[in-house]
Structure formats: C-alpha cells, structure tokens
C-alpha cells in the first residue's frame, strides 16, 4: 500500500529528476533551493493570469524551484497536459505554455487539437511528429504521474500551488501573494 509520505517522496523524486530535463522547469540546481509546483490547466483563466505574473516573478527570485504540472482530473485535461508535456519532452515547454495560453486568451481561439498543433507548429514542430510525441512513454509517465499527483492531492481546481511538497489551500487567496509571503518578496 502507498503511504502519502511515500508518494511525495516518490513523486517529488519523480518530478524533480524528469522535469529540468525535459524543459518544464527554470532553473538548472534542485539542491538547496526550495520549490513549488503549480498545478494548472490551459482552460483555467486564473493559469493563465498566474502564468503571466510568474514570467515577472521568477526571474527575480531564481532562489526558488518551480514546476508546473499539469491538472489530469477528466478527459479533456488529459488531452491539452498531452500537448503541453509533448512540447517539454522535445524542449520547448515553457514556450509552448506560453504559446498556448497567448492563442487561448488573446487570440480567442479554442482549447482544442486543431489549437495544439498550430501552436507546435508555430514554435517548429512537424504536426505529426508532435502528435506521435503526445502518444508517446515520456507522455504516457508523465500524464500518470500528474493524474496521481492530481488525486493523491485531490485538486479539483487550478491553480493549485504545492510548497515544499504540501499543497496550499487558501483558495479566496491571489497565488502570487501567497508565493510571495513563502519565499519573500523580490
């Protein structure tokens, strides 16, 4: 039986290990630094605001971890955290988050598949190599390890901000405030 303790040291392992390499992450040293996952979909309007803040607010804190992890609790989050873990395994997460949630929330285009691949291909994808990407084993162990992260911390709502593996619940509370109470202000 899996103990919550051995699933955040596991997952936290996991992830730590996985993400730097496959672009998900800033920052290049796990040792010392102390971190946050941000939980979030391409849906969520809010993701996409704290997305915007934290392109500010990183950079200017480079003493803390961040992850962003994709929200796999139905099936259309498994399709868009497909998309955007595809982009990471080929080296381009940030910017295909980026992307991403400029056509969404900019360009008012649809969160869907036809979205996705003319995101990939804007930032130099081929349409079908992305889409074999998305159906890949890096994908695969990706989108399980969010789907259990997403029930172990039963997150039904994005963003959710996991610090130093305990998810934070203030929900009436801005993110980046309580990002910036944690760590300190820049």
């Known amino acids: 039986m899996i103990t919550r303790r051995s699933f955040l040291l596991g997952v936290s392992g996991f992830f730590l290990a996985n993400l730097p390499r496959m672009g998900m992450a800033n920052g ?3 040792s010392g630094q102390r971190s946050f996952m941000e939980v979030f979909s391409f849906a969520c309007p809010h993701c996409y605001q704290l997305s915007l803040q934290l392109g500010i607010w990183l950079p200017l804190n480079p003493h803390v971890k961040h992850y962003a992890i994709h929200i796999v609790s ?3 989050d498994l399709k868009l955290a ?3 873990y595809a982009a990471a395994v080929l080296g381009k997460g940030d910017a295909y988050r980026s992307a991403f949630f ?4 900019e360009g008012n285009q649809a969160p869907d598949e036809r979205t996705m691949i003319s995101v990939a291909e804007s930032l130099g994808f081929k349409a079908q190599a992305f889409v074999e990407t ?3 084993g890096d994908v695969a ?3 399980a390890r969010s789907e259990t992260l997403t029930k172990q911390f039963q997150i039904t709502a994005t963003p959710t901000l996991i610090i130093d593996k305990q998810r934070v619940r203030q929900p009436d509370k801005d993110p980046l405030l309580i990002l910036q109470e ?3 202000e820049a």
């Open 141 to 143: 162990e990706l989108l």
């Open 82 to 84: 497909a998309a955007g």
């Open 28 to 30: 290049a040293s796990v």
């Open 134 to 136: 998305m159906k890949g």
């Open 182 to 184: 944690e760590f300190g």
């Open 102 to 105: 400029k056509a969404i929330y």
């Open 74 to 76: 139905n099936p259309d």
